[in-house]
């Protein structure tokens, strides 16, 4: 499943999990192992689990687990890296030179976007100059800007997942990684349907 996010950015799910997972691990605190839970009884669970922490997830939701690619700028992958919880991969500009793509503001006015793009551009001709001379690349890297596209795979537990949710999709949080955040929460709500809507009632979101 993938969506696209910004102007070249995207987000692809390409492992989930499912709610149940957190039901079928909590049993056995009561030394028990259910495998199955009628609806109504995993709309009570569930919110009692969520919120009976002080108000967080107990450890019952890092049993399930997401895998995610992300194309995002670089400025944006820098605030999605403090989420310590959760393990990362991402493109080596060490040893990769190629693809150079930079995320366009839309809301800049005709000229500036221009000169935006124009700026971008001719620092990527001299990433490429650089280079070509023999400057190694990890070095020649120095020139490009923020707003260059990164690809990473973000692997997450539901319970990092919704910290990485509460503070992304708050209004304090920039405008490009609430982008990324509310695409983040379609792509879970199929797999997690109850934790997502008890999750947007407390956010008070749509
Ligand atoms: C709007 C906004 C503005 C921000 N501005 C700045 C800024 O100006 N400068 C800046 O440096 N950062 C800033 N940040 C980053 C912020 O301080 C957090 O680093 C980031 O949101 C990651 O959150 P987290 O630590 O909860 O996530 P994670 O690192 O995923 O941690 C999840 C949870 O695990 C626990 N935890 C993890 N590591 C530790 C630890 N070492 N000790 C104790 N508990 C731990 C905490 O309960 C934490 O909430 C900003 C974030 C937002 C949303």
Redesign the pocket.
Known sequence: MEKKVLDKGYIKLLKGEKEDNILKVASICYGRKIETFDEDKKKFLLKKLMFEHAGNPTSSFEFVNFLFEVKCPIFVAR?WF?????SYQEISRRYVKDNLEFFIPEDLNEKLKEEYIKLCENCKSFYEKLVKSGVRKEVARGILPVSLYTVFYWQVNLR?LI??LK??L?K???KEIREYAKTILELVEPYCPIVISLLKEKLEIE
Request: glycine share 6%; aromatic share 6%; net charge positive.
């Open positions: 605030q403090r989420h310590r919880i959760g990092s910290n990485f503070v992304r708050d304090h949080a920039q």
